[in-house]
């Protein structure tokens, strides 16, 4: 075979079953994530900005901290405030400073902020539905508990996530 043909899938070379697994997840991130990002693109959103307005939709009309809504996301979001900003501008949320502690913020979901999700609901589902509905419940709910095993020594003893 020449230098720079390329690989058949047999004569890929991984260093170890970790690396090959961790890659293999990285590349089905990219591929289902590129079907979030088409889908909150087109309502102006991205899929971290989405998730913010999920949650606090589930704690409505609750408004939560901060930092409380930061560690709830589902990746790290060392930019919360910018992402706060922009749905702030959108006017999609509310911030509020308690008198009894003017450190803390409050962060609550706008009406504005429920219909556009309520706009999103049946398009998610059927964002879902393409990403993983090719695979029997069975097998879901055999990946979720694989998942969640692969990252339970890298979460917090008290993350939601746990």
């Given amino acids: ?7 058949s899938r047999k004569s890929r070379h991984f260093d170890s079953p970790e690396q090959e697994a961790f ?16 889908l909150f693109g087109r309502y102006d959103l991205t899929p971290q900005q989405y998730n ?11 408004r939560i901290p901060t ?16 992402i706060l900003d ?3 501008v959108r006017k999609l949320i509310v911030r509020e400073r308690p008198e009894s502690n003017r450190r803390q ?14 706009r999103l609901d049946d398009d998610v589902r059927a964002c879902h539905t393409h990403q993983l509905g090719h695979m029997p419940p069975d097998q879901l ?8 095993q692969a990252r339970a020594p890298h979460e917090s003893e008290d993350s939601p996530w746990r």
């Fill in 1 to 7: 075979m020449p230098k720079n043909a390329p690989q």
């Fill in 23 to 38: 890659l293999n997840l990285w590349r089905t991130y990219d591929r289902l994530h590129a079907a979030e990002e088409e």
């Fill in 52 to 62: 913010v307005l999920r949650l606090l939709r589930g704690e409505h009309p609750v």
């Fill in 67 to 82: 930092l409380t809504l930061a560690s709830r996301l589902v990746s790290r979001a060392p930019d919360i405030t910018r």
């Fill in 86 to 88: 922009k749905l702030d």
């Fill in 105 to 118: 913020v409050l962060i609550g979901i706008t009406e504005l902020g429920l219909g556009l999700l309520a």
């Fill in 141 to 148: 709910t055999i990946l979720t508990r694989l998942l969640k």
